[in-house]
């Protein structure tokens, strides 16, 4: 991206799926929303000048919805906003830095759904039909025969979904259809691109679906709006209403300013979108259904689908419909560090794990012991009481490389860069985080072996000590810097610590260490002063 943004006008367009807002929002969400904010920012670090638009929001309409506003009694808009102001506080609060935020109860979104409808219904992909089969409120889909199965609940024999495991009811209705059948070819030959949908087990998950010779039915569009009032309706037919899958794909569009032409010229034409971050959940949907829609439309599908698994709790999916939801505000941590967790232990192709102690060992260890403790022991009066980022003296700067540490240390944070911008390319935060934090146990033992307090005691020995100081800091600066994306507040605040000014931290700034600098004699520079906690170790009594 960096060489193909150099060209590229269009803003860089990156979105979540829209959540739904039958209960409050959970962990699983929130890492979404941090795996879409951490590739903007990355994206913004590595070429300031782009253009990003980050959009996210709320699906509001359908049964679900209705069901949970009722059980608040609370009446379906002030409900709606309740839920909706929820995510919008959650993702403040964790430095999700979107652009966008869209609700489908708003009108441009109502104006954008009707269009679309109305460009399928004038290219003859949508017709009417009587539609029987098994139906799951909660998945707001029908489920084929094939994909239901028989089981016990609560003694009472019923049918529910294999893929989600929600009960499915039968439901008998006329409802509009899409002519998805006639896209097989077209998603087949789009799911041939390398990389359109990442990681590629899900791009070969997709495949395998339509491989499936009886894979590809219409779909029902709409629903009796007696059954779902709580819904577009289609236009020209007020017994009916629009799918809610339908309504909510077309969010992506609504943001990018659609049907208005001038508005989406004036947004800079942001189409297609070039990452929607989606969980493995609603694949289906975005990687059949809605490259379909757009297709039928004589739209691109998008540039790429991100795809993640999941965050589970004692090995179980979190949801909100089995209730073992963990609430992001509830962990007695900070923000950034809940942040670094997901981005630090989730891989996209595997489900991951979360528990409280995890969380807390791993802010521990990694947050508060070898970056935090780092910085404030260089920082710290105790051995900077003139509170400085030395110069670099070349002489004594040559003396130290002949340190078996200090010569690692070296050799580490100047090939630090170009290793985590590849691992955030393809999107592998773990692997950047783990870069970081190898550099950060060899900067510790660099600083345990070279005695900087020893040094201290002895005034002859001031310039081996500011070589040592320079050396660890001009370290700190750099995983400062690479760290951004990933905790963006932490960063923020090691930099500022650090006096590197708000213009002297974007990639560029990280690429080539002081002492790599072409004749550039490095002046001493004034730190903040002041004790420095970059983060207070927790205790899980405590906590
Ligand atoms: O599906 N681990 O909304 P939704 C990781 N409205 N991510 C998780 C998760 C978990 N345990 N649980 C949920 C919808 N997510 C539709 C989307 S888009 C046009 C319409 C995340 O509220 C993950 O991104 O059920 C998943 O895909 C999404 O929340 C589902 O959110």
Redesign the pocket.
Known sequence: RLLSSAVQKTPFYITT????VNAAPHL??L??AVVADAIQRFEKLTNPDCQVIFSTGT?EHGTKIQQAAAKAKLSLPEYCSNVSNEYKQLFRDFNVDYTDFIRTTEERHKVAVRHFWNKLVQKDYVYKSKYSGWYSVNDEAFVPETHVKDEVRDGENVKVSIESGHKVEWTEETNYMFRLSAFKSHLQQWLKNDGVITPSKFQKQLQEMLATDAYLPDISVSRPSNRVHWAIRVPGDEEQSIYVWLD??V?YLTVAGYPDRAAMVDRGRPWPADVHV??K??LKFHGIYWPAFLMAIKWHPPRRLLV?S??TVDGA???KSLGNVVCPRATPVEYDALRYLLLREATMASDANFSLTKLINVANSELADSLGNLASRCCGTALNPLQEFPALQPTEFTQLLQGEHAALLVEYVEALPEICYTHYKNYQFYKAVDAVIKVLHVANLFFETTKPWELRKNPEKQKELDVILHVTMETLRICGIVLQPIIPEMSKKLLDKLQIGSNCRSWQHCETPSWRLKGAIYETKHIQSGKFVLFQRIYEKKA
């Open positions: 799926p829209i959540f739904y699983g969400h890492y979404t699906d909510a794909l969010n989606v969980g959940d609603i993640h999941h965050w999916k979190m949801s």
